[in-house]
């Protein structure tokens, strides 16, 4: 059975970073693109940032570009969002998200698999 776990939220204020985790299990995701999103209750999931299969190819929402950094270590087969420069706005629940595919997208319907979420908070 296929899981991912986010680790990593948790309470920071704005300009602190913090790092998030996914550890996939069930399966080896080295082929396949992964992605994070977040979500707002109430809201749809918006995509935040995601990897290609080697790693080497990566692309961000604009609201995180240069701020936040995906990266994956597929011998773990973890991926990560280094998250700095934290703002309010980059309150909510973050999820992580493997495709069935090696190039993955901005969209969420692109995604086959996908965690449990983890709670982000930002104070002022």
């Known amino acids: 059975q296929v899981q991912l776990v986010e680790s990593g939220g948790g309470l920071v204020q704005a300009g602190g970073s913090l790092r998030l985790s996914c550890a996939a299990s069930?399966?080896?995701?080295?082929?396949?693109?992964m992605a994070w999103f977040r979500q707002l209750p109430g809201k749809e999931r918006d995509f935040v940032a995601a990897s290609n299969w080697g790693g080497r190819s990566t692309y961000y929402a604009d609201s995180v570009k240069g701020r936040f950094t995906i990266s994956r270590d597929n011998a773990k087969n973890t991926v990560f969002l280094q998250m700095n420069s934290l703002k309010p706005e980059d309150t909510a629940v973050y999820y992580c998200?493997?495709?069935?595919?090696?190039?993955?997208?901005?969209?969420?319907?692109?995604?086959?698999?996908w965690g449990q979420g983890t709670q982000v908070t930002v104070s002022s």
């Open positions: 069930g399966r080896t995701f080295s082929s396949s693109a």
């Open positions: 998200a493997a495709a069935n595919r090696v190039i993955g997208g901005v969209g969420a319907t692109e995604y086959d698999y």
